[in-house]
């Protein structure tokens, strides 16, 4: 039994070293293809078209009604105290500090990020990617700089738009449904927002893109057994691109704090 | 000349794939290497373009040893180098004008540089323009190797290594694509490596090579192989079930 208990533990710790020291060689091969080569500037705008463009819609929505619920809900606790001229300034920071950017990076996770796993590793297991290898085409050049880049620039514009809408969410839902006053709502945003809470969150959301697409770009890189082995790249990528930014973010909140 | 000197090769703790493979490859013949399903011929093939390293031995291209040469001597050597795979691995989000061209393309050329030398290679290939604006997708198979060999062609190489370039094809076009691989050879005087499973090879290749167990079990003149008393070449191409492949695949 305990030798059971220690071989199983042993070859989990081993299969995580295994994977970090994948992802940081990915990571240098990455920094080092992105110092040596060409920048592809049109592939990156196509790539920020596809990860910014394409995830407006969903960004808008969940952005929104994150906004619109947390009126409602802080409603209830401010009326109780009579504190209900608070509810702006609550929904300013809270979209602009957390919500905002954790919100955003989950969605671009599963839209994106799993998009590049499922688009790499279909490439992988098709041998387009060793094509581009024996084509002398570098494919870190090719296919990983233009989506990393692409995902860490676009995130904090995506992240600005979604605490936009948070905040006008929460607008529509305190004015037109609680009957707050709109002067009201937007004073105390004026008073109690500063722009360092903006400047953080953008800070972090660009931190996250860069996280997204890393292990988007490395789980799709590195994958293997046909159709089968595809589904798991593109699973995995959305958890530990997920599970990645949730502690990044606790460390990168920690510093900014 | 390619000289393949006691390569080894194994994925992990598994069976040697190539377990002291030596085999000389000529200049401007083709050379077939043949054997059964799974025994590694196409990871010998990648182990020859750098693709899979190999675990030990050495691959010497005119005298300089890919395994151990500086990067930059490597690349410029792997520069002489194409490669067709077995299912063309074409870029499915391009179109053929931009799959046949994506060399140039990369180099910074516009595509009024590019189209003819493209419309060139497919010529060559004996593909008509009017596919140049198609998807992979939109292909048949015979097409989409077609179009792999026209884009290997574009770099120039002087070895083309095909990966079962027929395989999954009807024998009428299996037929095409060897006429073509044996007229680009001559016409451009090019060495290249087949791997097939395809007797009919036989007709086109200059060199016989068979791979078994990760050793070259055979190796001669593809004009004498049907009366070569070699036992595991004996068995293969007649299709033997039983014969020393059988034995020794037992013993595996």
Known sequence: MITWLAGSLGHTLLGLCSTMGGFALFFRDFMYALFTTRLQITKLFSQMEQVGIGSLVIVALTGTFTGAVLALQSYIGFKRYGGTELIGPLIALSMTRELGPVITGLMVTGRAGSAMAAELGTMRITEQIDALVTLNIN???????????????????????????????????????????????MEGIRKYLEFSDITSGLIKSAFFGLIISWVGCYKGYVASGGARGVGLSTTQSVVMGSILMLLANYFLTSLLF | MIQLIDLHKRFGTGRWVTDGLNLEIPDGKMTAIIGRSGEGKSVLLKQMIGLIPPTSGAINV?????????????????????????????????????????????????????????????????????????????????????????????????????????????????????????????????????????????????????????????????????????????????????????????KH
Not at chain 2, 129 to 154: C, F, H, W
Request: glycine letters at 6%; charged letters at 20%; aromatic letters at 8%.
């Open chain 1, 139 to 185: 494919p870190l050049q090719y296919l990983v700089i233009p989506r990393i880049l692409a995902s860490t620039v676009i995130m904090p514009f995506l992240t600005v738009f979604s605490m936009a809408c948070g905040i006008i969410g929460g607008y529509i839902v305190c004015i037109y449904s609680l009957g707050l006053n709109s002067q009201q709502y």
């Open chain 2, 62 to 250: 005119d005298g300089v040893d890919l395994i151990t040469a500086p990067s930059a001597q490597k690349e410029k050597i792997l520069q002489q180098f194409g490669y067709v795979f077995q299912f063309a691995a074409l870029l499915d989000s391009l179109n053929i004008l931009r799959n046949i061209g994506i060399t140039l393309f990369e180099q910074g050329k516009s595509e009024e540089e590019v189209l003819p030398i493209v419309k060139e290679k497919l010529r060559l290939v004996n593909l008509s323009d009017d596919i140049l604006d198609k998807n992979p997708s939109e292909l048949s198979g015979g097409m989409r190797k077609r179009v792999g060999l026209a884009r290997t062609l574009i770099s120039q190489p002087k070895i083309i290594l095909y990966d079962e370039p027929t395989t999954g094809l009807d024998p009428i076009t299996t037929r095409i694509i060897h006429e073509l691989m044996f007229d680009m050879q001559k016409k451009f005087n090019m060495t290249s490596v087949v791997i097939s499973h395809d007797v009919e090879i036989f007709k086109y290749a200059d060199r016989v090579a068979l791979l078994h167990q990760g050793k070259i079990r055979y190796c001669g003149d593809a004009k004498t192989v049907w009366e070569s008393d070699n036992p595991y070449l004996y068995q293969f191409i007649r299709g033997l079930p039983e014969g020393p492949m059988d034995a020794e695949t037992a």
